[in-house]
């Protein structure tokens, strides 16, 4: 048992990670459950604590639906979403990750679809090393391919990006978009697994 947690359901379809508390309040502002429909929305306001962690473990082994992280394009935004999925460099504990998170975004690989050129910032030299060792504690190739990506790059955007044009396009465009390919693909996958 976890913070009064046993045996308990929910008709949310997926989990929702967002970095930033200015982002979840956002989405809320932009109907979310009625675009999106029923799914549990979660932020850790940063860099997630402990509590956060191990609440999302516990939703995720329970409830048994997909968790999807959405991140600022940058150095800050991958290493919290690798902390949600492997853990802190000096904290491994299998109650605290979510092995099965999956990136939603916004990806450094699609920076030049969803961010014009003078809303990306360059990724700064401190920030560089930071993808070293990154890069090294990642254990997944799509999520290296995305650090390669701003390695390469050197171009980085925030999640905020997505809302200076159209004040409803992040949920009701990228995320809907984004979630639907997503729910899509772990339901071929969930599905070709049952049939094997």
Excluded at 120 to 139: A, I, N, P, Q, W
Excluded at 142 to 159: G, N, P, Y
Excluded at 168 to 181: A, D
């Amino acid at each position: 048992m976890f913070l009064g947690f046993h045996n308990f359901e929910s008709e949310a379809k997926f989990i929702l990670v967002v970095e930033k508390d200015a982002v979840f309040k956002k989405i809320m502002e932009e109907n979310c459950f009625e675009v999106l429909g029923p799914f549990i929305l979660v932020t850790g306001k940063g860099y997630p604590d402990y509590a956060t962690r191990r609440m999302l473990h516990k939703l995720w082994v329970n409830l048994k639906i997909p968790v999807f992280i959405l991140v600022d394009a940058d150095p800050h935004g991958l290493t919290i979403a690798a902390t949600y999925r492997w853990g802190t460099k000096d904290l491994v504990d299998p109650e605290m990750t979510i092995s099965g998170i999956q990136l939603l975004g916004v990806l450094p690989s699609e920076l030049s679809l969803v961010a014009a050129t003078k809303q990306r910032m360059e990724v700064s030299g401190t920030e560089m090393k930071r993808l070293d060792s990154l890069e090294k504690r990642m254990h997944d190739e799509t999520w290296k391919e995305e650090v390669r990506q701003l390695r390469e790059t050197r171009q980085k955007a925030e999640i905020e990006t997505l809302t200076l044009d159209s004040p409803n396009y992040l949920t009701h465009v990228y995320l809907s978009s984004k979630i639907s390919k997503l729910m899509a693909s772990t339901t071929m996958q969930s599905f070709h697994l049952e049939n094997i």
